[in-house]
């Protein structure tokens, strides 16, 4: 893997990453606003060595490790640069179990929010959807149901991965779901000590990460560069919860842009591993052009004179 294969792969990451975790940095901040000074740079600091170290680096890191046990916990961390080829072959091996697993995941994260979530409609079709909520359901059930069955052709276990991906969204929904009701008791509770807030931010804080550290394997196996991107970007989120977050809520059509690399990004995961080839700068190129184009329309949007147009 050459320099510029590295450093494309590392920014898609940090793109991502950043454009994913926009409304974690906006519960953050209206959170962080109920706290003292003191407790502001506490979870500043090392909530972001922990939100680095503990989730988006060692999560991807144990992901690697239990889908190829064989590895070890250091041959996981280094695997996809290694030239063994005993590596490499359980590399490969595993690779398909992750990959749809992790794909089933994201894609049914993209359809809750297209068919069940408030959001400012960006393009033609998603006012339409949203009023289909109750279609959700058969969606994803009929999906899962297609996956299964042709990965039970090609491996029993890229089915079972594909069934855990399932299991593992109706389970971030379900802290999700959580996260929201702490949110409002943490804004409207006056007994809740900060120290209390900030356990509960770096819980909200993991549930958010879940979505960056699965789609970072569309872009790379390798978890040093998942490291990497993934942390400059939860830094970079950290820098809006600090400065700019009142400025990033008038972009009205980021969370479309992460959304719609989410599903690009899980239905090139779920290719991947049925054996359909996709070149590695292809992830990157598509988040880029995906939240650039939601960018541009959120910049036309605010210099419109009536604004909000797009709005639910």
Same mark, same amino acid.
């Given at each position: 893997?050459?320099?510029?294969?590295?450093?494309?792969?590392?920014?898609?990451?940090? @793109?991502?990453?950043?454009?994913?975790?926009?409304?974690?940095?906006?519960?953050?901040?209206?959170?962080?606003?109920?706290?003292?000074?003191?407790?502001?740079?506490?979870?500043?600091?090392?909530?972001?060595?922990?939100?680095?170290?503990?989730?988006?680096?060692?999560?991807?890191? @144990?992901?690697?490790?239990?889908?190829?046990?064989?590895?070890?916990?250091?041959?996981?961390?280094?695997?996809?640069?290694?030239?063994?080829?005993?590596?490499?072959?359980?590399?490969?091996?595993?690779?398909?179990?992750?990959?749809?697993?992790?794909?089933?995941?994201?894609?049914?994260?993209?359809?809750?929010?297209?068919?069940?979530?408030?959001?400012?409609?960006?393009?033609?079709?998603?006012?339409?959807?949203?009023?289909?909520?109750?279609?959700?359901?058969?969606?994803?059930?009929?999906?899962?149901?297609?996956?299964?069955?042709?990965?039970?052709?090609?491996?029993?276990?890229?089915?079972?991965?594909?069934?855990?991906?399932?299991?593992?969204?109706?389970?971030?929904?379900?802290?999700?779901?959580?996260?929201?009701?702490?949110?409002?008791?943490?804004?409207?509770?006056?007994?809740?000590?900060?120290?209390?807030?900030?356990?509960?931010?770096?819980?909200?804080?993991?549930?958010?990460?879940?979505?960056?550290?699965?789609?970072?394997?569309?872009?790379?196996?390798?978890?040093?560069?998942?490291?990497?991107?993934?942390?400059?970007?939860?830094?970079?989120?950290?820098? @809006?919860?600090?400065?700019?977050?009142?400025?990033?809520? &008038?972009? @009205?059509?980021?969370?479309?842009?992460?959304?719609?690399?989410?599903?690009?990004?899980?239905?090139?995961?779920?290719?991947?591993?049925?054996?359909?080839?996709?070149?590695?700068?292809?992830?990157?190129?598509?988040?880029?052009?995906?939240?650039?184009?939601?960018?541009? &329309?959120?910049?036309?949007?605010?210099?419109?004179?009536?604004?909000?147009?797009?709005?639910?």
């Amino acid at each position: 893997m050459d320099i510029v294969s590295i450093a494309l792969i590392i920014a898609g990451l940090v @793109l991502f990453e950043t454009i994913t975790s926009i409304d974690n940095a906006i519960i953050n901040a209206e959170v962080l606003s109920t706290m003292s000074e003191r407790a502001k740079r506490w979870f500043l600091l090392w909530g972001l060595l922990f939100a680095v170290f503990a989730i988006r680096g060692g999560l991807p890191w @144990l992901i690697v490790w239990l889908s190829t046990p064989a590895l070890g916990p250091v041959g996981a961390l280094t695997a996809t640069f290694s030239s063994d080829p005993l590596v490499i072959a359980a590399i490969e091996q595993s690779a398909p179990i992750l990959l749809i697993g992790g794909g089933t995941f994201l894609v049914f994260l993209f359809f809750h929010w297209l068919f069940l979530e408030d959001k400012n409609f960006g393009i033609m079709g998603e006012r339409f959807f949203a009023t289909k909520g109750v279609w959700f359901f058969a969606i994803v059930s009929i999906l899962l149901a297609g996956i299964v069955w042709f990965a039970l052709d090609k491996n029993p276990l890229m089915a079972f991965g594909a069934v855990v991906g399932s299991t593992g969204f109706f389970i971030v929904h379900g802290f999700r779901q959580n996260a929201e009701q702490a949110e409002e008791k943490m804004l409207h509770s006056e007994g809740m000590s900060d120290m209390s807030k900030i356990f509960y931010l770096e819980i909200i804080d993991a549930t958010f990460s879940i979505d960056g550290v699965i789609g970072a394997f569309a872009f790379t196996m390798a978890v040093p560069l998942i490291l990497i991107g993934n942390g400059i970007g939860a830094f970079v989120v950290r820098e @809006l919860t600090i400065r700019n977050v009142d400025r990033i809520k &008038k972009y @009205l059509y980021l969370k479309n842009g992460a959304m719609y690399s989410i599903f690009f990004l899980g239905t090139i995961m779920i290719m991947d591993s049925f054996g359909i080839s996709i070149p590695f700068w292809v992830s990157p190129l598509i988040t880029f052009g995906v939240v650039g184009f939601f960018l541009a &329309k959120s910049l036309r949007e605010m210099d419109t004179p009536a604004g909000h147009l797009g709005s639910s």
